[in-house]
């Protein structure tokens, strides 16, 4: 042996990232009794040398259990847990603490071995998880010099690694001193900070670096001397522990490269990504070749997780979710991304997912392989000789496994090797759980938004409409895009688009509050300021009802809107917004105009600012664009240039809607989408004067006989004879009770539409209401005979009183019949 330096080193310094002068030791004998003690060993347990020294290791170590000998017990937790793994040891004040643990077993000169037991406090190691790696489990994995010294130093026990750390074979080690067994001036200074253990009584820890020839090269070292402890305390020994500093120092920089690495991998939401990136990864740090493999529900966060012990009943699907190779092509993997991966119940894959423990074969010469001949092919031809699988869990949830192979790195992977997979993937796991919740968050509420949305737009015959509704891209989630079309009474339409502030399931849940509120407020025929004025009420109940406790303020829920309302028989279309950006109005000649409407307050802000309307009068074939700002904002780009593109695109009169919105909205394409896209185009169209009938009838009795013998009349020239006796009913009704509770003129008016509606108005402002008549009332049952003859009524309000309406079924067979002009009131 060759030490060109020596030093003495407290712990704390240079090695201490090695962890071995914390690491308590236990000597062992093959029928499990403890033979030697430290005071590292004292510190972690409890236990002094004279509570445990030739007592069993079950004292200590429970799962030791009832085997029959120290063999047996190593044999026995390589075969359920692999080895060296975690485990639990037994305080003295009875707690159990969990410890990373590795039995070496050493061969003395007559053949008698010993089990050397190191253990590394676990819980010192949960708060860096790389850093924790760098230190106690680095000592379990990584290969260890053990010399165990009597307390004249004389070798009387030690490991096969001990030869590779220091060069000098076991038949001249055992039985002599070091200085005995290598001649070096730098040895004596060696025995004398093993004496300095041996004579201090408590135990010490000296650490020194030399530079020692191998194979490899000249490697440092770090030595740790532990006082080893008899049943009465006595000194009985020396212990000593060396690890390669090189090798340390290499294990530092992977997992460096790891940590890096693993927090890009968290930047992206998306599970392929996330995936392809964990191969990328993984080659050439680890490995030559590397697949990911997910169950199938994963990138779609579908489905329930699968658990660790399940697999048994139902075996997972999993697909190929990132690759990555040495070699262009990568031809080691016979599927491609995105496809199914078939899994034999002998393979490790099975193994790893029914156990969800990593597995390890450093030479690739088992039946699983030669049992699938395509398989075996391709492990033969591309050269791989070792393999790693990883399961990738988080909880007890897998979802999925990591394949690590060599192919042209001759090494076969080691325990550090697996080590520093499992680190790798244990950080990726925590990235793609993120993505796999965010992408089942995403899709729900994705499905919610597309269900809350109108799956069939109905204009009737006022308006002609197209839509499109892109939902942003994964990294932003699901937006609270809304749009509808209400058809009114009297032929009349509401169109609405809404955006509620915000992504994912919270935004597609208050939409659909949203849309439903508007679909109520639309029914009361509302105007559009007074719909606003309703919904911004709304919303800011919902943000009082998201408040968690009583003493926060109300949190904000905001929403904008634009609310329309077109009537065809006067071409009059009134808007109201609420901080949405304004329409853009084609018309038919293409001149595009954003008209300037009051901008008003978004929802939920509580300004209590009025919202005002604005009445347009539009020719008929008009096309109307109501939108989102993801139809025209961009990153880095001014709204008005957006505005701009969408008028350009909507300039073309002769082109159908869907055409129109097929062109709106390419404007965006190629661009990073960060919020919803939503496009509501609106053609409007007139009621013709023959569908149409008008009359002004006086406020007298004589109103009730005129009404119904006009409107009879009117249903004549219109071919609708059979719906003559009960719309002469409904007449009758609505103008007396226009009569009896108003005063002044009264209007009355037929419109054919696809249905038949009367309108009666008068200036009374107060709505009518239906009550229950009893048998001895005279009257109280006109509103009740309405409604039996319509499919439906109801009243709205208008400027200088009210308008009460029903509408009636047009009978299939009958057609529309034009007329010139209509019937005259008597007298007029």
Known sequence: MTIDSIQNVTAGNEFDGLDISD??????????????????????????????VGRSAALVVPSFGTAVTTTAFVERCIAENGWPGATAVRHRDGHMVDVSMRITVLRGQDGTRRWLASLTDGGALSGDVLSGLARGPLLARTPIGVVIRDPQLRCTFANDVMVQHDGIPADRRLGRRLTEAARDAKTEAIEALMRQVLQGGATKVHEYRAWLPTAQGRHPFAAAYHCLQGADGETMGVCVISA???????????LATISEGSARLGKTLDVMQASQGLADLAVPLLADYAAVDLEQSVQFGEGPAVHVGTTAERAPVLRRAGQASIHPGIPESPWMRGESVPMSSTSPFATVLRTGRPYLEQHLDRPWVEARPALARRFHENGMHSLMVVPVRVRRALLGVVMFVRTENPEPFQETDLLLAEALVNRAAQSLDNARQYAREHAAALVLQRSLLPRRLKGGTAVETASRYLPADMDHGVGGDWFDVIPLSGARVAFVVGDVVGHGLHAAATMGTLRTAVHTLADMDLPPDELLTQLDNTVQRLAEEDCDASDQAPGAVGATCLYAVYDPATRVCTMARAGHLPPAIVDPQGRVTFPDLPGGSPLGIGLGDPFEAVELELPEGSLLALYTDGLIETRGGDIEDGMHRLGTALAQPGRSLEELCTRATATISGQASYDDVTLLLVRTRALSPAQVAAWTLPGDQTAVRDARDLAARQLTAWGLNALEDSMKLIVSELVTNAVRHSTGPIRLCLKQHGVLTCEVSDADTCAPRPRRARTTDENGRGLFLVAQMSRRWGSRSVSGGKVVWAEQDIPAASGPRSSSRSPQPSGA
């Open 23 to 52: 690491t308590a030791v236990a000597l062992f004998d093959e029928l499990g009794t403890v033979v030697g003690w430290t005071q590292a060993a004292e510190r972690l347990v409890g236990y002094g040398a004279g509570d445990v």
């Open 244 to 254: 390669d500093v090189t090798e340390n120092r290499r294990m530092r920089e992977r």
